[in-house]
């Protein structure tokens, strides 16, 4: 068939095959009369025009409209009935080839078409006519075009949203998961003592029952005077044996001490378990109004773990003013900035967190001393995926997302760095909150 | 008898409060926050039951306990961790040859009754240790090893170590493997956690009741913390190596286990070091239940 043409020249030329009327075309030599019969043909009740093509090749059209204002004129039958329409035709005639791109085509046709719309297109295979194209259907054609288009957008738009969400529910599980190892044992060590403190307690409570029964039997004894002096020499003996193995005064001056503890391990415990409810308490606001340092508080109390004993971290927190946000995204941003910034330290470091508020901004940065950035890595780290650590321990998300979420905020995140010197991120978060326009699609 | 000695090592001193309580009455309790204070202790007293946090801020408990073994062989070394990663596990098998890994929070009656074990089996060591220093170990059997594992190419690694040194045997599924420990005493067994779709525990939980002199060396891609956990309180795996495993290492550990094999022949006091604890599976309590009642009924047969 179409010898030469692409594939895709193919799928073009279907678009406007499907547009071909194939009238049959006037000859030059046609008369005006004769044209004026053929108007009147009901089956050519649709056209607008016909086109007038020479030896295969258009090389005009004569339309309904010109041909009314001509034979309006008086005479004008008898002035040109007689005539060859090739005097009378539109020698500019709006032409499309056969295997034209649909898009490429509406756009040439509606630049040169002519308003009132009086004339059709016609449509040529290699510059041989092939029949009259109806403005109205390429037009539609275009729009049930867009329309597709449109329903392919908005799918492939919902399906990489909903895998965008699962991006970032499973950034959230590794950091998540990372976080659970801290807080287990941050639960576990005060569970430790506070249940052996109890246990040791209950003992205690029994031995110390036993004792006081000794020694009211013995008073019983001695205000009664029923007793011998037999009975109670005895009882005597005893309770000083009791007293012997049980030092009573001493084992209850230290489980006071440890009750103490308990109480102090108790109040962690309540501490991180409120921590980690206020973390996904959060999750369920989408939006709320927050002192953004209580965001950076929160974050901090979470990765507790992975910063104790490693990083030592420095607070300058400005007075800022309310600020509505998604809380729980933002702790997800300072959480993933934090636990990067321990994971950069060798050994030990420090962790510089300041916020201020200027220029209707809230600022935040974050700055470490670990081991920095390359230059060829610093224009990758907030590619999706992009990560530097073994399996297990980076997912390469934490940065994209957390970019995701500042510019859902109408914010921006900016990162310096120096090998061996360290790193700093720096969060701009305007305070006239944006108007967003949907919800942000990332709550989990 | 003077009481034995317990040296409790946490970074957490509410956790030495506690357990000092616990023990007092019954032991001298030496407690530290500080590790370092620790190993000079370890140095300068009689010390029998190690009992160490393993999360600290200078130094990780698996690593204390790991000096701890050079300082004072005889103490029997615990851990009582309130996090379990599985490196920190592979640590205290493979370095600390811990005796007991004990999570927080614990059960009193458990951890009372694991150092009681302890201080007995360290008493003891205490009493053995000098002629066992002294003692060279006197390779007068051929060592038996079981290689336990359904890929070849272990087979293969180990016999290029060993050339024909020991007798190796290969058991490639449990069934094989069981015959082959009912059979005659294996002085080291390599196996991986899995044969084919068999999960081998029971049979290295059942291996020290067999004979208590035989070490196992854990050769696996499986990393499951807990499961380790468990077998080092209730098998006494000697060593866990991560797949795929480097030659030079497995060769490093596999010559030490025969030495240690060896030794234990030598010094019957000293296999109580490593008592397991019961199997506390239901399931694999079963299997070993039949697995020794299998070698029983074997060896009565033989006996005849
Ligand atoms: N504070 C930092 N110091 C040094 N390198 C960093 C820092 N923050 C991020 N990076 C680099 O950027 C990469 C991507 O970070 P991120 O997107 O959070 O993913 P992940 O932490 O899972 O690797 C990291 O692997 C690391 O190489
Ligand atoms: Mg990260």
Known sequence: MRNGNTPTKGIFAREILALVNPIEAVPPELTVAEVAELFLNPAYAKVLSLPVVESGRPIGVISRYRFMGMYLKQYARELHGKRAIRNYINEHPLLVELDQPLAEAALYVAQNMQFPLTEDFIITRRGKYLGIGFVMDLLKAMEARMRANTDELNNAYSRLKSSQLALVQSEKMASLGQMVAGVAHEINTPLGYVQNNVAIGQDLFMQVRVVIAGYEALVDNLLNGQASDDQIAEQIQQISEMRADFNAQEMLGEMQGLMTDSLYGIGQISELVMNLKNFSRMDAAASDTVNLNDCIESALNIGRNVLKNKVEVVKELADLPKFTCSPSQLNQVFLNLFTNAAQAMEETGRLHIRTWHADEALHISVADNGKGISPENLTRIFDPFFTTKPVGEGTGLGLAISQQIIQQHGGEIQVESRIGEGTTFHIRLPVAAVERQEPLAMTV | ?304
């Open chain 2, 1 to 304: 008898m003077s009481k034995p000695t317990l040296l409790l090592i946490d970074d957490e001193e509410r956790i030495l409060r506690s357990l000092r309580m616990l023990f007092f009455m019954s032991y001298n309790v030496r407690m530290t926050t500080d590790p370092y204070e620790a190993i000079r202790i370890l140095r300068e007293e009689k010390v029998h039951v190690v009992i160490s946090d393993q999360r600290m801020p200078v130094m990780q408990g698996s690593e204390l306990l790991r000096i701890a073994r050079e300082t004072s062989p005889a103490s029997m070394r615990i851990l009582l961790t309130g996090y379990s990663d599985l490196n920190a596990s592979i640590a205290s098998v493979n370095e600390g040859e811990v005796f007991r890994y004990l999570l927080k929070p614990w059960s009193v009656e458990d951890v009372k009754s694991v150092v009681a074990e302890a201080a007995a089996i360290a008493e003891a060591s205490f009493a053995v240790q000098s002629v066992f220093a002294e003692h060279k170990a006197v390779e007068n059997i051929r060592p038996r090893v079981l290689i336990m594992d359904h890929e070849e190419a272990t087979v293969n690694t180990v016999r290029e170590i060993l050339g024909d040194r020991c007798e190796l045997v290969w058991a490639h599924n449990a069934q094989l493997a069981m015959e082959e420990l009912a059979k005659q005493d294996v002085s080291v067994v390599i196996s991986d956690l899995m044969l084919g779709d068999t999960n081998v525990a029971y049979i290295l939980k059942t291996i020290k009741q067999l004979n208590p002199q035989t070490q196992c060396i854990v050769v696996t891609s499986f990393n499951d913390t807990s499961r380790l956990i468990e077998l080092i309180n209730q098998a006494q795996i000697s060593r866990y190596l991560p797949k795929p495993v480097s030659k030079n290492i497995l060769a490093r550990n596999l010559e030490s286990m025969l030495e240690r094999f060896h030794a234990l022949r030598n010094q019957p006091a000293m296999q109580k070091r490593q008592t397991v604890a019961p199997i506390s599976n239901h399931q694999e309590r079963l299997q070993s239940g039949n697995f020794l009642g299998m070698i029983n009924r074997l060896r009565a047969r033989i006996a005849v």
